[in-house]
């Protein structure tokens, strides 16, 4: 209850109360409970944000791992290349070298 209705003194106002009821307002409690709900989303929020960038350095950290793979990946395909070269000039000089005996 609120704006003295649970009076028994039947006072007019908060003055003149003695029974010591609740005289505030409606629109006091309202908003209390409208601040209540607020708090309580920035908290939610704040926790989601807070998950958010866990999951953002995590991936950052994924993409990172990734590119140093590609890096090792790309040298690895040029050593292999370059080895395919040696390999089949090695092959034409022993082929060379058959064809001349």
Not at 16 to 30: F, K, L, R
Not at 48 to 66: C, F, G, H, P, W
Request: hydrophobic content about 35%.
């Amino acid at each position: 209850m609120a704006d003295g209705d649970d009076c028994k003194c039947c006072a007019c106002c908060i003055g003149y109360c003695s029974c010591g009821a609740d005289w505030t307002s409606q629109e006091v409690y309202d908003l209390r409970n409208k601040v209540s709900q607020l708090q309580a989303e920035v908290k939610r929020l704040t926790d989601e944000n807070s998950e958010m960038k866990e999951v953002d350095t995590a991936l950052r950290q994924v993409i990172r791992e990734t590119e140093q793979e590609l890096v090792i990946a790309k040298e690895s395909r040029q050593i292999t290349e370059a080895c395919s070269v040696i390999i089949a000039k090695d092959a034409d000089c022993i082929k060379a070298e058959r064809d001349a005996v």
